[in-house]
């Protein structure tokens, strides 16, 4: 069995939620509040007997070391795979960072050509139409340390792709290898995050988890959230997103079988 773990950020006042999905069904099983490691703790205690926890092979989640303490007690034999979404939500941050710096480094119509870039840089150039993609190329023609870095966060992606851990490990270190001569001290500082948690990035060769489908269970968590306006009794909005799973399966259902 696979299992998903991950946090949904619910404003100042509710702090965050923590979501447990079944990966082979796409369905939440578990609502917890906040994102402490005796918030996971409570779910493999009160949830699940000793022999379901020994059936649980691979469990993806993002690089929040509380989670990973907490399932590594109690599911030793689990495999972690860490989020690819999440770890190119830091490589977007890295971009921003030098977007940021650059747009307070430079003056004048430089500035004006940064400013308000941030979403577009954020996007992946295969989701961009030609203006913005024309917009893009402006910008990377006149600032090289920009273009480096969305270059540099675009090529990461690539390294999901690889179904051999050396192979992925040697596109790695390439990877890294280019940071020498940048001079970009954000991908730096990812780079360092990525080998501390080299692990359970490669484990994604071994196991292949779908990172979609956390991020499927979280978007449809939100959607309820905001018709609702909140919900303080978490039993109750867990049988709406199960619910809410179990139409949308029925419905793929019914599609492949016309």
Request: aromatic residues 12%.
């Amino acid at each position: 069995r696979q299992m998903g773990v991950d946090e949904i950020y619910l404003g100042k006042s509710q702090k965050f939620l923590t979501v447990v999905s079944n990966l082979e069904t796409g369905e939440p099983l578990w609502f917890g509040r906040e994102r402490k490691e005796e918030t996971l703790d409570e779910f493999f205690r009160s949830e699940l007997s000793p022999l379901r926890r020994n059936r649980i092979e691979a469990a993806c989640v993002d690089m929040w070391e509380p989670f990973t303490k907490s399932i590594l007690r109690w599911v030793p034999q689990c495999r972690i795979v860490y989020d690819k979404f999440h770890v190119m939500q830091h490589a977007g941050h890295a971009v921003d960072e030098v977007r940021r710096e650059e747009f307070f480094r430079k003056g004048g119509r430089m500035r004006g050509v940064v400013k308000g870039k941030r979403w577009l840089l954020l996007t992946r150039w295969t989701n961009l139409d030609s203006r913005k993609r024309q917009l893009l190329n402006e910008l990377f023609r006149l600032n090289r340390r920009v273009m480096k870095a969305y270059l540099l966060k675009e090529s990461l992606d690539r390294l999901w792709t690889y179904t051999y851990e050396g192979a992925a490990l040697r596109y790695l270190n390439g990877w890294i290898d280019q940071l020498r001569w940048q001079r970009l001290k954000p991908f730096q500082k990812l780079a360092e995050m990525l080998l501390r948690h080299l692990e359970g990035i490669l484990n994604y060769c071994r196991v292949k988890v779908p990172f979609g489908v956390v991020e499927a269970v979280n978007g449809n968590i939100k959607a309820l959230l905001r018709r609702g306006r909140g919900y303080k009794d978490l039993r109750y909005l867990l049988l709406k997103a199960q619910r809410m799973a179990a139409v949308k399966t029925e419905f793929l259902v019914l599609q492949k079988a016309a």
